[in-house]
């Protein structure tokens, strides 16, 4: 799997001349091919599931296992977000490099991962370690004439000279060895060039002698920085400066220059030398960086950047803008206009940046001011309420199309992490009450819903981690003997033992995506409380269950293992989805052959069909219960029931009705001929397991 969907994305991280990496779960997911090459393996999905101490060996320089320090670094970066540190690597064949690792922590796809990058310092080290050498010779060669001209007594003004020429020499070869080096005449002409410039620029020296440096020139870097770099060395001061020049394929590199004019005897100039160091790898990082946080179509900073930038800032205050009904532009006008008025309100709001003032795009139409420091919350509010009322941010003509355009604003100034969510439940509750700005408060209705909304998760995370996901029975009870079957019913405990039905947290555990494991434990559990009774149980299942054929695996694996298939009703819960005739329709024969029975709950109601029920062939039809807690009272509802059951007999379907709750209601149900009853007139869900 890719975890670098944008393509632009995906495509620098391919190309980049320094290897890199994405950790996730502290092993890599993603590498790019000069990892492919660095470390000699096949191909980069050799490297993927790997931790960074399986490619390296067991211990580093300092002694520490490779394994125990890899994860020790992992967990700093996840801390605190960025760190640099040297390590000690080694590729397919064992041989050993060392590198500068940069670790960054990202997020994508909703996954915090860590962005690695390494530049391997080999070769520095080398001539770090020679240089010391050659520095140790020339302390020895010291020492040695100081001795000799102690002993002497002396003065040898040639000794003086010739150890000036030895350290010239030296010094030249460690330049040319660690640097990017050229020379030129006055009129900038190239007269030498040492290897490294030709690595870099990707000619050979034969092609760069006697030619202007124009000929790695970029067209990015402008006119008015050569001026300025002629007028500095012509005046004998030496330059500095990050040139970005262009190798012979076309590509940019960028290099940290240093320009020296070189002077006779007389004062004047005679040539100049021009000393560089490689800084392309540092500028592809900082590219990546500066992407992974700027959002493409407006070039403001992303969300990502806000949350960096909301832990950085003192006293943050958030404002998150909206536009009110942007969908409807998308879906009359195309994208192409949606995008034009999005980079034209960025244009817009750009115009309120200060030194204590950001602006972002989050996603789609939402952007948001970010204040700090001591922009106070009510000079924000002021802010915002002087773009929502200023006609230049309602009115937009893109090509021939003019748009009013309105906004809505959710403020939060509170402290703590919860900025963000505190400001969207604002923008949020903005919407809900048609208000142009609201300011956070946690009374809001919409806030404490929220907090309920995760208290509930925790609920029903601890009721699955501690086993009270429960199963309750009620009986289902035949209307022409004494046979009964057992619905299965699922309920939750809290932890003040207080019983819950699924009427409260069944879409909120869809919602927080918690509901495939309930029904894998309604299963297990109703599966084995039943394989030695002889009785029938029904357990639900909603479309979302169908669809997934992991729960389907799971429950056919179970029904077979406590052989309780010939047993079982499985009831499907209408809803529209149950339309979607292939899937439930396989499904529906899939769990006949075993010796299912399979039941349409709540029919009635809601898509009801008869058409999809004689398509679906099922066994049984529950009539719901809404149609039938008020039959005793209204004629037009048995009328309707009266209806079903007479087209379930043709079809030789079995019948339910739910919501039985006196004698009245049973009398009647019993009249129509339905089959079976269910309902508190007769039984109210008992404790199973």
């Known amino acids: ?46 490297l993927y599931k790997v931790h960074p101490s399986q490619i390296s060996p067991e211990y580093q320089p300092d002694g520490r296992k490779s394994q125990e320090k890899a994860n020790e670094l992992i967990k700093e970066c996840s801390e605190i977000g960025f760190i640099q540190f040297e390590w000690v690597h080694q590729n397919l064949r064992e041989e050993e490099f060392i590198v500068e690792v940069t670790l960054k922590t990202v997020t994508i796809d909703g996954k915090e991962m860590l962005f690695t990058a390494f530049r391997d310092i080999q070769k520095e080290k080398e001539y770090k370690k020679s240089l010391e050498e050659q520095n140790l010779r020339l302390e020895n060669k010291n020492k040695y004439f100081t001795e000799i001209n102690s002993i002497l007594n002396t003065n040898h003004e040639w000794e003086e000279l010739i150890d000036k020429i030895f350290l010239l020499e030296e010094f030249r070869k460690a330049l040319d060895e660690s640097s990017i080096v050229s020379k030129t005449d006055k009129k900038g002409i190239i007269t030498y060039v040492n290897d490294n410039f030709c690595k870099i620029s990707g000619y050979k020296k034969e092609e760069l002698i006697g030619q202007s440096h124009n000929i790695i020139r970029h067209p990015n870097t402008k006119k008015e920085f050569f001026k300025n770099l002629w007028q500095t060395v012509l005046k004998k001061k030496t330059f500095k400066g990050v040139i970005e020049n262009r190798n012979k394929d076309g590509e940019s590199y960028f290099v940290d220059t240093t320009i020296v004019p070189i002077l006779d005897k007389n004062d004047e100039i005679v040539e100049f030398i021009g000393i560089r160091n490689d800084l392309t790898p540092v500028f592809e990082k900082d590219k990546l960086i500066y992407e992974q946080f700027t959002d493409d179509l407006t070039s403001l900073p992303n969300r990502q950047r806000l949350l960096d930038d909301i832990k950085k800032f003192v006293k943050p205050k958030l404002a998150i803008i909206n536009i009110d009904r942007f969908k409807d532009i998308n879906d009359s006008y195309g994208f192409e206009i949606g995008d034009e008025i999005l980079k034209e309100l960025s244009k817009r709001l750009k115009k309120y940046r200060s030194t204590n003032l950001k602006v972002y795009r989050l996603s789609g139409d939402i952007f948001a001011f970010l204040a700090f420091g001591n922009l106070e919350e009510e000079e924000l509010l002021k802010t915002c309420d002087s773009f929502i009322y200023n006609l230049d ?92 079957k057992y619905e299965v019913l699922m309920r939750l405990r809290q ?143 048995k009328l309707t029931v009266s209806t079903i059951v007479n087209f379930a007999k043709v079809l030789n379907i079995e019948t339910v009705a739910e919501f039985i709750h006196n004698k009245e209601v049973d009398e009647i149900v019993k009249s129509l001929g339905i089959n079976y009853s269910q309902g508190f007139y007769y039984h109210e869900p008992e404790f199973l397991i």
């Open 1 to 46: 799997m890719s975890y670098i969907s944008e393509s632009h994305y995906k495509k620098l991280f391919e190309s980049a001349h320094i290897p890199m990496f994405l950790v996730y779960n502290n092993v890599i997911v993603e590498a790019n091919e000069a990892s492919v090459e660095i470390f000699k393996v096949n191909t980069k999905s050799d």
């Open 393 to 484: 941010f309602q009115k937009y003509k893109i090509n021939d199309y003019e748009f009013d355009i309105s906004y809505c604003v959710g403020i939060s100034a509170e402290s703590g992490n919860k900025l963000l969510t505190q400001a969207e439940v604002a923008l949020q509750w903005a919407k809900q009450t048609h208000k142009d700005i609201v300011v956070f408060d946690e009374n809001m209705p919409i806030y404490k819903e929220l907090k309920e909304n995760i208290a509930l998760t925790k609920d029903i995370k601890r009721a699955i981690e501690t086993d009270n996901i429960l199963i309750y029975g009620q009986k289902i009870v035949s209307n022409k003997s004494d046979d009964f």
């Open 495 to 637: 932890e003040d033992g207080t019983i819950v039905s699924p009427f409260k947290f069944l879409n909120h555990a869809k919602k927080a995506r918690l509901y495939p494991q309930m029904t894998k434990i309604v299963i297990d559990k109703a599966c084995n409380y039943f394989k030695d009774k002889d009785v029938t149980f029904s357990i639900n299942l909603m479309i979302e269950d169908i669809k997934d054929r992991r729960i389907i695996d799971y429950l056919i694996e179970k029904l077979k293992e406590t052989n309780t298939a010939n047993r079982v009703i499985l009831e499907i819960v209408e809803s529209e989805g149950i339309e979607r005739f292939d899937e439930v329709g396989d499904f529906i024969k899939e769990v006949q052959a075993l010796g299912c029975k399979v039941a349409i709950d709540d029919f009635g109601t809601g898509y009801s069909n008869f058409e999809y029920i004689i398509k679906l062939n099922v066994d049984i039809l529950k009539i719901d219960g809404s149609l039938i807690k008020n039959i005793h009272v209204n004629d037009n509802l």
